[in-house]
């Protein structure tokens, strides 16, 4: 069953130096070998104390009750250079870790390719804090790299996609138009109405498509009359084109989202209803929206043949309805069960959408 479900300024006690990112070799968190930061901080602890030990077996210091006061500044001497002693062993064991959080507050992930080298804490838990950011830092760059990648295609997609319309549609439609009205110059006045009548007619159907275009590129529904009503146009729209039949299960009285949520749900249902029209052959198609007291969840589900086995993660369609999801902090899901049909899930938490 398919489912879809950094240069940085070097510092003084930490340089930060470049390596190339292995995009092909997943990370898994390694055993590294060395001693364990529990031995680091117990050695010297324990170092002081035996130091103490010591010293109060073999100085002849003798405590008397009721505590002299002599006695009791001398203790409190003690311990002061037993406490400045442990200070002193204790800032030479973490002093590395402090150097690699400032060298990992350091990294700037807008500039790319700088990694923690030459950082190496003494302690086995140092290293594989080193190790871990490194890598961390190498998925990061490779998700941006691919999810630049997907918006750009994503972008020049629908630039051509506009591009062909206008010429193909629109540019025809002109030309049309303006044959027809040199004919009705050139014609004889008697003829001349019936001639300016298709004239007429060929620019309201321009008119039409360039309004088909602009709702494409923007909803006006949206904007004018909400959500919810703009997912009924939507709904409408598609099932007056000859596809699947369109059923509705969209919950009224939702709770107040951002601009950029609405849209986001907008376009995931417009994808979900297109790719039901285009590539499933299914006969009938339902848009859900839902609201509880923590989530809005749309679900555009069909009846078609569903997705391939190997359906390609990165399409411009999957890849646009992920990134529009990561701008509102949503989750996106999609499946196709055994039986067929394809289902498209996007949950919005509330505090992400108010």
């Known amino acids: 069953m398919p489912s879809i479900s950094a240069d940085a300024k070097p510092s003084d006690d930490a340089p930060v130096r470049p390596r190339r990112a292995d995009s092909r070799r997943p990370f898994t968190p390694s055993r590294t070998r060395g001693v364990s930061l529990l031995w680091w901080v117990l050695l010297p602890n324990a170092g002081v104390l035996v130091v103490g030990f ?21 203790l409190f001497a003690g311990l002061a250079v037993l406490v400045a002693a442990n200070v002193v062993l204790l800032r030479r064991v973490l002093g590395p870790l402090f150097a690699l959080a400032d060298t990992m507050s350091a990294v700037d992930p807008d500039r790319p390719g700088r990694r923690l ?108 009359l909400g959500l919810v009503n703009a997912l009924i146009a939507l709904c409408s729209r598609v099932d007056a084109q000859g596809g699947p039949r369109v059923r509705r299960d969209l919950d009224s009285g939702l709770p107040p989202m951002t601009r950029e949520t609405e849209l986001v749900i907008y376009r995931v249902a417009q994808e979900g209803l297109t790719n039901a ?61 055994p039986e067929g049909g394809t289902e498209i899930r996007l949950t919005v938490p509330l505090e992400e959408s108010s």
């Open 54 to 74: 010591v010293l109060l077996a073999v100085t002849p210091i003798t405590i008397s009750a009721p505590i002299e006061a002599d006695q009791l500044a001398l």
């Open 117 to 224: 080298v030459g950082v190496t804490p003494r302690s086995a838990e140092g290293r594989a804090l080193a190790e871990s950011f490194n890598s961390m830092l190498d998925r990061l760059e490779r998700a941006r790299r691919e999810a630049a990648r997907a918006a750009l295609a994503a972008q020049e997609a629908e630039r051509v996609r506009v591009a062909r319309e206008l010429h193909d549609e629109i540019g025809q439609t002109l030309t049309a138009v303006m044959l027809q009205a040199e004919r009705a110059a050139d014609e004889d006045p008697a003829r001349a109405a019936t001639a300016l009548g298709q004239v007429a007619e060929a620019v309201h159907a321009s008119l039409d498509e360039l309004r088909r275009i602009a709702r494409e590129l923007r909803p006006e529904a949206l904007d004018d």
């Open 277 to 337: 029209l285009r590539h499933s052959g299914a006969a009938t198609a339902t848009v859900s929206l839902k609201h509880d007291a923590r989530m809005i969840a749309l679900t555009v589900s069909d009846d078609g043949r569903g997705m391939p086995e190997l359906l390609p993660a990165a399409t411009a369609g999957i890849a646009g309805m992920r990134e529009r999801a990561l701008l509102v902090g949503a989750r996106l899901s999609i499946r196709s069960p």
